[in-house]
């Protein structure tokens, strides 16, 4: 496994990631998926301001993590929130720690302080890996998203870069 920043050409496989989240789960608050000149504008500008990292298995993507402004205003600029997704044949075999590993190695490196992760409930898999990186537990926000008919509570999780 490859451990590399996110390339404008990785749009296409990291959207094969990330349209079943938007369409089959609540791990995603979108309803449709973006196009891939979308995925591409979304990924530039991430890439021009904070990072993006995907994992290389076997020469295909295997799952991508990110981070982005946590807030507008000037005295969060320190701050950021993170996002990750795997492919579904990828779980499980520790890309997950590893791209989150290198995130906050680039994050901290780049002068960033604090992460933040929000967590659309529920969602056991990824509380368990922000728990195993460091995240701690630091609210919850009570339906506060609606999906397939349903209110979903997002759990907020937060730790030093």
Known sequence: MKIRRGRPEDAEQLLDIY???????????EDTPPEVDEFRVRMNKCLDSHAWLVAEVDGR????????GFRAR??????????IYLDKNHRNMGIGRRLYEALFEELSQSGFSQAFAGIALPN???????RSVGFEHVGTLKSVGFKFDKWHDVSWWQRAV
């Open 19 to 29: 349209r079943p989240v938007v369409l089959d789960t609540v791990i995603s608050f």
């Open 61 to 68: 993507l295997g799952g991508y993590a990110y981070a982005t």
């Open 74 to 83: 000037p005295a969060y600029r320190y701050s950021v929130e993170t996002t």
């Open 124 to 130: 056991d898999a990824s509380i368990a890996l922000h």
